[in-house]
């Protein structure tokens, strides 16, 4: 599992590029996101003086109500996890994002290039890298129990203007100066 700490990488990113937001949405997969994971987000974000509102979303028909509850509850931006559902669906929620005006961070570098304000998360090189150096080991006799779990050690930062733009925004230049791809 993610560190603690990884979970709100994303909000504090979104704080740096919009810093008055006081209420910030998440789309919560009650699929696969554990409890832990949404209270670390939770915590993160009353950390930073931001009030999460948490909407559990089930497959991708839940998605519209999902923005237009986060809308009517006052959310200034959406925090999307980087999960399966969300990264197949990310043209979905890069259309909604747009619009209801939210800027989002995401949890996958990727979805910038959907509409998202920022993709932060795991390398998708490393994420490839490790899960091909995984099956050659097991295709070579290697027991799953004898195949360590590894932390993800690359994570990547993509900003995209065209998105930014769109939504009247400045990206602040620390922002960009620490993107590994910006998307104009």
Do not use: W
């Amino acid at each position: 599992m993610i560190e603690p700490e990884l979970e709100t990488k994303q909000l504090d990113i979104l704080k740096e590029m919009l810093p008055a937001a006081r209420r910030v949405g998440v789309l919560n997969d009650h699929t696969v996101v554990l409890p832990v994971r949404l209270q670390a987000r939770k915590d993160g974000a009353r950390a930073l003086g931001i009030e999460l509102l948490s909407v559990d979303v089930n497959g991708p028909g839940d998605f519209a109500a999902a923005f237009k509850s986060l809308s009517a509850g006052g959310a200034e931006a959406v925090d999307i996890p980087g999960t399966s559902m969300m990264v197949t669906f990310r043209d979905q929620l890069g259309a909604l994002a747009a619009a209801y005006k939210l800027p989002a961070i995401c949890g996958l570098p990727a979805m910038a290039g959907a509409g998202c304000l920022a993709g932060y998360g795991t390398s998708t090189h490393e994420l490839f890298g490790t899960l091909a150096d995984l099956t050659d080991k097991m295709l070579k006799g290697a027991s799953p129990g004898d195949t360590p779990a590894r932390q993800p050690t690359k994570f990547e930062l993509v900003v995209n203007l065209k998105t930014a733009k769109t939504l009247g925004l400045t990206v602040p230049p620390s922002i960009l100066a620490r993107a590994d791809e910006v998307i104009e």
